[in-house]
Every structure is written in structure tokens, then in C-alpha cells.
């Protein structure tokens, strides 16, 4: 599993394989890749590997087309050598009628920010594990300033809510919320993709992470219901 600026790792079997600077990539060129990223269908091209986004140097491999992933600061989605049916259950792309807003209010107001109707930036029904119980996956933001360059009163802010049992469990994918600028960070998280990247017939979720001259990629995966949703592998690039 790829993206245009280093390799994030694969699935074995058994566990992630995550891809670090001495990792070697199963790779000699020329492999198909399928696309996983919202917005974006279809097969690019692989090279042979090499060292990617200088000055990190991550193990990659350069896609042709190179442009059929995203750009930042997303969606930014994954190529994958993989031949099975990537979106195998259900994604389902919602207009928020001030439900899912209203359930990030307290999820916000936790993290030091009061915010009565937070802005939704995403909002997908999905059914991760093909069991037919949709999860539901929520991105709320609301950034003042261009380059993200912190505010106080920004934030963005992913989890996803699963009923388990009957009751209700809230996983957040990334959280940047923005109480006090000086000093801050800032961090915009979009959902780059929801597809099956292990082969297992359960589908994964892409998180993007972009920050002021960086993108992050993380895949989370739905273990089970008594770990939820946990990071897999992840690769990065920016200063």
C-alpha cells in the first residue's frame, strides 16, 4: 500500500507490516495498483522502489498517473496492489440534518472548546465489517485562516460512533482543537478513504492529517468490538 510520497506497508496475513527507512518493498516496477481514495477510481502504475520526500527519505514507489490520490490538504487516499473488490459493504456519503453536529458539541467542550454548532466537514454511514450494522463517521472543522495557520476557535475533529450491545461508542480518529494560539499546532483531518486494504472483506479507514507544509496518512482498522478502531500503518511527509 502506496501513496505518492513514500509506502505506508501491507497486510501479511497475520499483522500490518509497517514500512520504515530500512524496510525493502516487495516491489520491482511496473506492478498495477488500484486506487482507494474518495473521489478517485481506477489503476495507476507503479515504479521500482525508491527513497521519496527528501529530506525524509521514505521507501515509495513513483505512481503514473501521479495525481489520481488527492492533493493537499486532502481528500488523500492509497493505491494498493491488490486484485479484490476494495469497497466490498456499504459507503454512504450524509447530509447532516444537525444530529451528528450536535454530537460533537460535547466531544469539543471535553477538549477545553465550546462550540454549539460545529461545521460538518464529512459525514459517511459505512459498515466496516460486512456484518449489516453501519457505523457512522463524522469530520467536523472549522479553520479561520489560510496555510493553517492556528486561531484560537479552530478545530477539526474525527470519530466515528458504533453501537455495540445497544450502547453507543465514540472513537476519534484525530482530534486538533485550537483553544489558545500561541504556541499551537494546528491539524486538519479529513477521511481520504474507507476500503477493504487487508483482503479480508472488512474495510479500513484513511485519515488525513494536514498541517501547515505536511500531510500524514493513517489507516485505522475495527478490530473488534471490544478494542474498536485502532491506527494499523501510517507515512507521512512535510517539514
Known sequence: MVSEFGALGWWNGAAWVQVDESTP???SGGEDYQVAALGFTGIVVGGA?????????????TLNPPDRLGAWP??????????WDLRPNVVQSLADDGTYAAYAVPLLSNRGLNVPKPVIKQLFRVDLEGD????????????????????AGDYSLAFLRKVVQGEVQTAILGDSVIVNAEGAFLVSYTVGAIADLSG????????????????????????????????????????
Not at 51 to 59: G, H, I
Not at 74 to 83: D, I, L, R
Not at 208 to 236: C, H, R, S
Open 74 to 83: 486532502g481528500p488523500y487516499g492509497v493505491a494498493v496492489s491488490a486484485p
Open 49 to 61: 522502489e525508491e527513497l521519496l520526500c527528501e529530506p525524509l527519505f521514505n521507501p515509495g514507489v
Open 25 to 27: 518493498l516487495p516491489v
Open 132 to 151: 449489516g450494522v453501519n457505523e457512522v463517521i463524522v469530520v467536523v472543522e472549522n479553520i479561520a485562516g489560510p496555510g493553517l495557520f492556528p486561531t
Open 200 to 239: 479480508d472483506g472488512q474495510m479500513e479507514v484513511v485519515i488525513d492529517a494536514a498541517y501547515y507544509e505536511g500531510l500524514g496518512l493513517e489507516v485505522w482498522e475495527y478490530v473488534n468490538d471490544d478494542l474498536g478502531m485502532l491506527p494499523a500503518i501510517q507515512t507521512g511527509c512535510g517539514s
